[in-house]
């Protein structure tokens, strides 16, 4: 067992990210089994996993809900989070991804790198969290691990660093050679545990070979490691190891390792990967966050003040749960904490070590600890937790916005206000749906991420809530864009009624956004003639805007506006007068200009066998798709094409009668593109 002279350094905050149905679960559940955590192999499709706790997760055999889990391994405590891989709840990938210090990579050795596969990973680029790579399957029929490695290199871009070789191909995957210490790993399907051994004659020249392979690669990138080489020719396995833990924590290099989730082969060398490679709470930057509008940065130190950050709500039969990442300090039970964010106290009752839907009590947690924590009442996701005598707030999560909207209606006469209560929950619990009103029929809108994120949410007010509701056609979330801006718009605010009057002269110029989406805001009055706190107020008068389009009322995007001149009165001019002139100086530019109705488009995978291609590239002419490429291999065709997101409800259905049910595809968002003529408004 090792020592730490620092306990942070034995922990490992850790995500499980991949594509659908790659074998995260999967590879969580061996984990969990390889360190004593639990005493049986869940299976995903017997639905006795433990991270895939939801009935609808056990119905569906996929991950909806990032699930955490703690366990032991080499005197080291790994906190894994297994996130989903369905794009429509990607969300639930970022809101983890930002309280986690590395990420482990999970690719199919048959399908490669697969759409949601890229989405995550750019994912965790802009989060910048380190990675290592498990290729798995390697026991399915067409596996291949030196494919599965060169779609790594050719789609996300890292410097691949593959550190074993299958031993065995397909059925006959039995282990794996270790390339640091060329030693050989064999795992024998009647008994668990790893045998270890000298490296087959038929493949040690291989082995020897690639190990070569490896440490110039290795040595290309790391100047401590070319040093050796030079001197040497060669690299020590020591070396080697700790040029690899460096490249791995800088990004400049992407350990890959192999095996077999499902029969149990190839965890404990990736359960010692993590360890030896993945960072500890103590090897990443700092926490920052701010207070009074300075920047303050917050260690991992147990004895510094508490900072915490909320990443999930859960609502469980015994109460309300919340996830804590703590950056900093110690939280006991009974602690009084500063909810930074909206400005009041809250009491902690229980913390709780989370194993999935299981808890074990913790009297307290430290800096660098991934817990649960009952008793507060409304602390929401992307809450900032701190002492009260010394409060900061750290940057939450993003929330992406929702592209598909649903009406729901409780069929029970006098169930609108428990509808009312439950939706709210979930809204809760889930930042990424939005609950609204709509303003032109008053009925109750749901916005979420896609069909299948709308599904869920309506199945778990009928579950959980015991709600029967009604549900309209799913409608998809339209934008509106300038096409034709306009130059030296004059706008002028002036209101006296009786005491302080409000004065504000403004001059704009709207023009579309190159790239077509976002805003962006500028000035070039000069001279001051507004001040620039007035400036300030022009452009949040100009955001306020942007809600509503004057085409049909939807928010706008790809707007660049700049503010040429002004003017003001030495009494009635004031932040608010100049704000009031920015909103409706927008809103009377955009008339005058020409706007254009964007709709939500996605980028479609669709894999289906050779015979059946004509038919789905047929089917995606028909929604308005367009074919981007087609890849061929072993009997199937993966046809890659642009549709719009309104065209795709139902489209699982049609696709399985035109392909007899063998035919599967994915769907990842892919912006905006400009709608029809003759779109619905609405």
Sequence with gaps: MRTHSNPLTSVRNLGILAHVDAGKTTVTERILYATGTTHRRGEVHDGTTVTDFDPQERDRGITIFAAAASCDWDGHRLNLIDTPGHVDFADEVERSLRVLDGALAVFDAVAGVEPQSESVWRQADRHGVPRIAFVNKLDRAGADLDTAVASIRERLHPAPLVVQVPIGTEHGFTGVVDLLRLRALTWA??????????????????????????????????????EEFCERSALTPRTLAAALRDLTRSGDGLVVLCGSAYRNRGIEPLLDAVVAYLPSPLDVPAVRGTHDGTEQERVADPAAPLAALAFKVNATATGRLTYLRMYSGTLERGDTVWDAGAGRAERVGRILRVQADRHERLERAVAGDIVAVAGLKSVRAGATLCAPGAPLLLEPPGVAEPVVSVAVEARGAGDGDRLATALARLAEEDPSLVVGTDPETGQTLVSGMGELHLEVAVEKLRRAHGLEV?????????????????????????????????????????????????????SAVVGGRVPQEYVRAVEAGCRDALGDGPLAGHPVT?????????????????????????????????????????????????????????????????????????????????????????????????????????????????????????????
């Excluded at 009786?498 to 004065?503: N, S, T, V």
């Excluded at 909103?583 to 200009?593: D, I, S, T, V």
């Excluded at 964007?598 to 089917?619: K, M, N, R, S």
């Design 470 to 522: 009604t549900v309209g056609r799913p409608r998809v979330s339209y934008r509106e864009t300038v096409a034709r801006g306009v130059s030296g718009l004059v706008f002028r605010h002036v209101k006296q009624d009786g005491g302080a009057g409000q004065f504000a002269h403004v001059v704009l110029d709207v023009e579309p956004l190159e790239q077509g989406t976002g805003f962006e805001f500028r």
């Design 558 to 682: 790809g707007v660049r506006v700049t503010l040429t001149d002004g003017a003001t009165h030495v009494k009635d001019s004031s932040e608010a007068a100049f704000r009031t002139a920015g909103r409706l100086g927008l809103r009377e530019a955009l008339r005058a200009g020409a706007m254009a109705l964007l709709e939500p488009v996605a980028e479609v995978t669709v894999t289906v066998p050779e015979d059946a291609v004509g038919a789905v590239l047929g089917d995606l002419a028909a929604r308005r798709g367009r074919v981007r490429g087609s890849v061929a291999r072993s009997g199937t065709a993966a046809v890659t094409a642009t549709v719009p997101l309104a065209e795709l409800f139902g489209y699982a259905t049609r696709l399985r009668g035109r392909t007899q049910g063998r035919g599967t595809f994915t769907v990842r968002p892919a912006g905006y593109a400009p709608a029809p003529a003759g779109a619905p408004a609405r």
């Design 189 to 226: 399907d009647a008994k668990d545990g790893v045998e270890e051994g000298p490296v087959p004659e038929g493949l040690l020249e291989e082995a020897r070979r690639r190990r070569r392979l490896l440490e110039e690669a290795v040595a290309e990138l790391h100047p401590g490691a070319l």
